[in-house]
């Protein structure tokens, strides 16, 4: 059979896979630099099958995720940061009703409107809430086209056996860059969702979607649960990649395009001699704090590689518990090192 | 094989399918690629650019700072690209327009009058092209017939009368290339 390759944007890889992964709607509203994804769908869909609606707002449109996936339909929204800002009232309301969708943030530089150019500022909002409450969400951070197009697969596997809201935390440059993307992926059935607002028909229990539980007793109750369900994920689902860490003195953890910036620079070290490694968490939450704080048992030193002033470096720093020295480099406001900037301040951290 | 270009210019001068059409011919050879645009403010009346990436091997940073070619379409870019290619690397550039071209002696630099060409085959859109089939003579990273393979893929169905267009333009290209010396 011939094999389906395609070269690509990361947001269209991702729209593709989308309704390849059989959504049953997409609710969403443009914004640079992911407005290729409505505008995919919109194309798509009214043929493929699906809802595509373009809301009148963010606000709108996470509240209309909201409504059917308590239909038990499956259903996502894409937007960047200031967009998905607006959204976070209502994931705090999907995750707290224990709602399976998918969220996508294509990260551009912020605080504020900001600049539509690629960051990872969004980082802290992604994994240590963004919505008010007691929550989590599970975090995936692709760092090439190929992966924008599996992790929307991986996302709803994920948001549907936990019963979880799942992000895919992207940034600008994976969203506009072109790769070749080999669609393969095994169909995705749909799942038994018995607690879905199907209509009581005789003899059916009655389902109820909400997350308003006003007397603190019953309260707590859904907290220990949605924490359960945060200590299994945390089990079961941490994913990373490792490159050159066998022998590794020095390594570099970055993700998304920040890794794949990184992955060239410890070729550039290796090649001058040092003998440097890089750790790419896979996920973002749940984080890889036991393989990163194992590795810190041999490595001398560790440096973070973010588009931001220095968020994931606190992860780090927990996962090393005060082991090794861990440092931070970041480009701000958009602007993306090159390999060779980095590997400067790689070699300047080495040294201090 | 591992060859990174930068392809710059203003925006409408085709710069970005230019990359994405070797890109596209690139895969159809099985090999690896990475298409990087510009999408921020200069897109937006002034220059546009895209850094495309092709190897044999995986591909890790899209992102880099110095280049093995540069195709340049306008002033501002050759200012900007020029310094940027690496030693003994290659600078392709539309001499129609740009009146200086860099200096530098430690890279090979073709003028090729693209735009000139291209009016004299009657579709001023056609330089991009002209520029392509005079990089690929230099550095034949893909064969001619991938490009035209990309087009067909990459055009819809209404605009293929123009592959042979498209096809004499890279020929032309090849030709311009060949009797001009370099620097």
Not at chain 1, 140 to 166: H, I, N
Not at chain 2, 86 to 99: A, D, F, N, Q
Request: proline share 5%; net charge neutral.
């Amino acid at each position: 059979m011939e094999q389906d390759i395609r070269l690509m944007k990361g947001n269209e890889a991702m729209a593709e896979a989308a309704i390849q992964a059989g959504i049953d709607a997409y609710f969403g509203y443009p914004i640079t630099p992911q407005s290729e994804v409505p505008e995919y769908l919109s194309r798509e869909m009214p043929s493929r099958g699906g809802v595509f609606l373009q809301a009148e707002s963010e606000v709108a449109s996470i509240n209309m995720v909201y409504g059917a996936a308590g239909a038990g339909a499956r259903v996502m929204t894409s937007s960047s940061s200031p967009g998905y800002s607006l959204m976070q009232e209502g994931v705090s309301y999907i995750a707290c009703a224990q709602l399976p969708c998918l969220l996508v943030n294509v990260n551009r530089g912020g605080p504020g409107l900001g600049t539509i150019q690629p960051s990872q500022g969004d980082y802290f909002q992604a994994t240590k809430g963004g919505g008010h409450g007691d929550y989590r969400l599970i975090v995936l951070a692709p760092s090439s086209v190929q992966e924008m197009a599996d992790f929307v697969f991986l996302g709803f596997e994920l948001a549907e056996k936990y019963r979880t809201p799942v992000l895919m935390l992207s940034d600008g440059a994976i969203g506009q860059m072109m790769e070749k993307v080999v669609f393969n992926h095994k169909p995705l059935p749909k799942t038994e969702k018995p607690w879905a607002t199907t209509g009581k028909k005789e003899g059916k229990h009655r389902s109820i979607i909400t997350s308003l539980f006003i007397q603190p007793e019953v309260m707590e109750k859904v907290n220990i649960e949605l924490n359960k369900k945060y200590a299994e994920i945390s089990k079961n689902e941490v994913r990373l990649e490792e490159i050159h860490t066998e022998d590794a003195e020095y390594i570099i953890v970055a993700y998304g395009l920040s890794a794949r910036i990184s992955h060239k620079t410890v070729e550039l070290a290796r090649a001058k001699g040092i003998k440097a490694g890089l750790v790419r968490p896979i996920t973002l939450y749940p984080y890889p704090y036991d393989r990163i704080g194992e590795l810190a048992n041999k490595a001398k030193k560790m440096m973070t590689m973010e588009l931001n002033a220095g968020q994931m470096v606190e992860d780090v720093r927990l996962a090393v518990n005060g082991k090794i020295p861990v440092g931070h480099y970041g480009r701000l406001g958009g602007i993306i090192p090159s390999p060779e900037e980095v590997l400067e301040n790689f070699e300047k951290f080495i040294k201090e | 094989m591992t060859e990174e270009i930068i392809i710059a210019g203003f925006g409408g001068q085709g710069v970005l399918s230019m990359g994405q059409t070797l890109g596209y011919a690139s895969m159809v050879e099985g090999k690896s690629v990475t298409w990087m645009p510009s999408y921020g403010p200069e897109m937006r009346g002034g220059t546009a650019n895209c850094i495309t990436i092709l190897s044999d091997e995986e591909i890790s940073s899209p992102i880099i700072s110095v280049f093995d070619t540069g195709i340049i379409l306008n002033q501002p870019s050759m200012d900007k690209f020029g310094p940027k290619v690496k030693k003994g690397g290659l600078i392709v550039y539309e001499s129609t327009t740009i009146l200086h071209a860099s200096d530098r002696k430690d890279i090979e630099i073709y003028a090729i009058p693209a735009a000139e060409a291209a009016n004299q085959m009657k579709n001023t859109k056609i330089a991009n092209m002209i520029l392509l089939g005079a990089y690929l003579e230099r550095k034949p990273v893909v064969g001619i017939d991938s490009i035209i393979e990309a087009l067909k893929k990459v055009l819809p169905e209404r605009y293929h009368h123009l592959l042979e267009l498209n096809r004499n333009a890279l020929l032309k290209g090849q030709e311009l290339i060949r009797s001009v010396s370099k620097n």
